[in-house]
């Protein structure tokens, strides 16, 4: 057994700042998207959203690997709850009366 304190986990949205975070993205998105000419605003707005686009698909990934395991683990009400908690935080919604809309562009999962 093996004691001690877990390190981190440390995630790139948590170790760059919000500018270095753009520039990943940009190095990250340039050719799959995004050219060389659009590399002002709305090319980082663009590569921003890619980025943004990847972590939701990763995230989206983890939580149905997850979902399948509970399932292959006999633990289906575990695996419904988790499908039903993920599907309310990760389903995009179409409702632009709040103010998650203005939030997109910077929104860190």
């Not at 790139?12 to 700042?17: D, F, G, Q, T, V």
């Not at 707005?45 to 979902?67: G, P």
């Not at 709850?81 to 632009?96: G, P």
């Amino acid at each position: 057994m093996v004691e001690g304190e877990r390190p981190p986990v440390f995630a790139e949205r948590n170790l760059y700042s919000t500018k270095n975070l753009q520039q990943l993205a940009l190095q990250r998105y340039l050719g799959r998207g995004i050219n060389k000419y659009q590399l002002g605003r709305t090319g980082k707005d663009t590569a921003m959203q890619m980025y943004w686009d990847d972590e939701r698909l990763k995230n989206i990934t983890e939580v149905n690997n997850q979902i399948s395991l509970y399932r292959l683990g006999g633990d289906e009400a575990r695996a419904q709850e988790t499908k039903e908690e993920s599907n309310s935080l990760i389903l995009r919604t179409n409702d632009a009366r709040t103010d998650e809309m203005s939030k997109l562009s910077g929104q860190r999962y």
